[in-house]
């Protein structure tokens, strides 16, 4: 199976920035980042195939960019802008099937263990 090892969490003042790593085991054919905050559903932030077709969240679209080295099978999430209702758990996924629904937690089969964004007013 995949695994996923996140960091970049971090504690940070409302307009600041950070960057999210996620390192893969293998090659996926789809990665993309979730977020959850305490008593709220799971919801799709962004996600990049292959081809680098890449799916926003209304709620992040120009501020936040998904990339990926696949040299080093790595995915990233450059956050910018950020406000305190991105205050989250924040989740890497991967799957080994190629899909254009990447904001779709269903077809995802493997997570990360999460790391922390905190965003203070």
């Known amino acids: 199976q995949v695994q996923l090892v996140e960091s970049g969490g971090d504690t940070v003042q409302a307009g600041g920035s950070l960057r999210l790593s996620c390192a893969a085991s293998t090659y996926t054919h789809c990665m993309g980042w979730f977020r959850q905050a305490p008593g709220k559903e799971r919801e799709g932030v962004a996600g990049?195939?292959?081809?680098?077709?890449?799916s926003y969240a209304d709620s992040v679209k120009g501020r936040f960019t998904i990339s990926k080295d696949n040299a080093k099978n790595t995915l990233y999430l450059h956050m910018n802008s950020l406000k305190p209702e991105d205050t989250a758990m924040y989740y890497c996924?991967?799957?080994?099937?190629?899909?254009?629904?990447?904001?779709?937690?269903?077809?995802?089969?493997?997570w990360g263990q999460g790391t922390q964004v905190t965003v203070s007013s």
């Open positions: 996924a991967a799957d080994l099937t190629p899909t254009r629904s990447l904001l779709r937690w269903q077809l995802y089969n493997y």
């Open positions: 990049i195939n292959s081809d680098d077709y890449t």
